[in-house]
Every structure is written in structure tokens, then in C-alpha cells.
């Protein structure tokens, strides 16, 4: 069972990877595969959820976020928590740890500004309060598990909080003396030219592939733990009956020769 906790202070030591996962799936959904592959191996995973905090419903929300509340088919007073509970459900399969953030997803953290889908995968604005606290988040954890890798969103799709993950963390993992590369977010990645066109934004000449060679057992419980995202199938993938295909076609379109399906992270060089 997933060790579980919204206190760092109670995490134990002894993590080998961590994996910034901006929201409550994004880890098991770009990273899956590799997380399963590492705790299968002994190797202790922690998943930190960053924009998990649980927004009030006396604050009301937005016509944006009520919109999306009805496609996830989720009651407004409790979406984050019945969030948690399917990550929860997720990373149970995968085998990892996982750490809870108060952070707030951008359509509850500035409902004015991330008001609609247009705005919520464009430019972020400068002030965006999830840039320090990722920048706190990381540097605590750098500081507490020096010899871990870490794994960081590259931010293909442009949603705000992934790019806002993206540039923080770097920040201070640049910085800092510790292995760290990017996983690609999925199912953004699946579009064509998204992962290129992300790398062009950045300088793709500094980033290298480091491909996750995945059997179909490894794939079979990445399906799995993403099949416990109920609420979030159908805007992602049109239905849970079209994930497992969705998935599949994404491993084995981006696997090195020799290898039948793969994930695959950058790397600076």
C-alpha cells in the first residue's frame, strides 16, 4: 500500500526517484511505465503532487471550473478529494509513495486569469504564486534526498502549471548538484509535433532522449493505475474504453528499435 502524507517532515528516507507530478495524475500518466519498472526493482518512488490542495466551496468557483466539475461528473464540494482518493488508487498499483501538497490548481489558485481553456494553456502570469512554492518545494527536497533523481514535467502542452513546474524546478535543480530529467507529458505528447515543437521552445540542441524500455507487463500496470483516474477519462482520452489503445499507440510509437513499447525522458547534454 502507498505510503501517503501532506507533511514532508513525515516522509521517510531513502528515496531514489522523485517524480513532480503538477497534478493528481500527471505522474501515473506520463511516468507510469518507469515507476512501475523501478519499484518493481526495490527502488522507492515518491510521487509529489504539487497542486493538490483542496480549494473552499464557500469561495464559490468559477463558470470555468464549475464546467469542468460537470465533464468530470464530480460534485463541486469534494472534486480534489475524490481526486486524491483515485491517485491514491494509482500509485497503490505503481508501487510509489506520495506526497500532498496545499497548492491549488490553477483554475481554483486564479480563477480571473485561467479563466477558460485558452488562458489556462498559455503564458503564465509572471506572478503566479506556485512559482515560489515550487521553488521552496524543490529546494527541501534537494536538500533532504541529495542523492535522488528527480523527474520534472517538460511542459509539452503548455498548460500553465506545467510550464510553471517546469521553469521552478529547474531553477533550483540546475543549480544544485543533484541527476534530474524531464518525462514527457502525456496525453499532450500524443499530438503531432507537440514534444518537438516544446523542445524548439527551449533549445532542443541541449536535450537528449533516455528512452524506458517497457514489456507488456510494465505497460499492462501503467493501464492499470490509469485506468483509477475515473473522472478523468473522458476528457482525456474520449472514454476509459479508449485509453488502453490510446496508451499502447503512444509506447510503441516512440520505443527505440529493439525495444517493443517505451517512455521516454530528456535530459540536458
Not at 6 to 19: E, F, K, M, S, W
Not at 203 to 226: C, F, N, S
Amino acid at each position: 500500500m502507498a505510503f501517503i502524507t501532506d507533511q514532508a517532515t513525515a516522509l521517510p528516507d531513502g528515496y531514489r526517484h522523485i517524480v513532480l507530478s503538477p497534478h493528481l495524475d500527471d505522474a501515473a500518466l506520463s511516468c507510469g511505465g518507469f515507476i512501475a519498472r523501478m519499484t518493481a526493482a526495490g527502488e522507492r518512488v515518491l510521487v509529489v503532487n504539487v497542486c493538490s490542495g483542496i480549494p473552499s466551496a464557500q469561495a464559490g468557483f468559477s463558470a470555468f471550473a464549475q464546467s469542468l466539475h460537470e465533464r468530470w461528473a464530480l460534485p463541486p464540494s469534494s472534486v480534489v478529494a475524490h481526486r486524491r482518493v483515485e491517485d491514491a488508487a494509482a500509485l497503490g498499483v505503481l508501487g510509489a509513495d506520495a506526497l500532498l501538497l496545499p497548492e491549488l490548481d490553477a483554475i481554483y489558485r486564479c480563477p480571473d486569469v485561467y479563466a477558460d481553456e485558452v488562458s489556462l494553456f498559455a503564458t503564465p502570469i509572471a506572478d503566479d504564486p506556485l512559482i515560489d512554492a515550487v521553488v521552496r518545494l524543490t529546494t527541501t527536497l534537494v536538500e533532504r534526498y541529495p542523492h535522488a533523481t528527480f523527474y520534472v514535467p517538460l511542459a509539452v502542452g503548455m498548460h500553465v502549471d506545467h510550464q510553471l513546474v517546469f521553469a521552478a524546478a529547474t531553477s533550483v535543480l540546475q543549480a544544485a548538484d543533484v541527476r534530474y530529467g524531464y518525462y514527457e507529458d502525456f496525453p499532450y505528447a500524443r499530438q503531432p509535433s507537440a514534444v518537438e515543437q516544446r523542445l524548439a521552445m527551449i533549445g532542443r540542441k541541449h536535450y537528449a532522449p533516455r528512452y524506458v524500455p517497457l514489456d507488456e507487463a510494465l505497460l499492462q500496470v501503467k493501464i492499470t493505475a490509469i485506468s483509477a483516474y475515473s473522472s478523468q477519462l473522458n476528457v482525456l482520452f474520449g472514454g476509459a474504453a479508449a485509453m488502453p489503445a490510446a496508451v499502447t499507440e503512444y509506447a510503441a510509437r516512440i520505443a527505440f528499435p529493439a525495444m517493443r513499447y517505451a517512455e521516454r525522458q530528456w535530459v540536458r547534454v
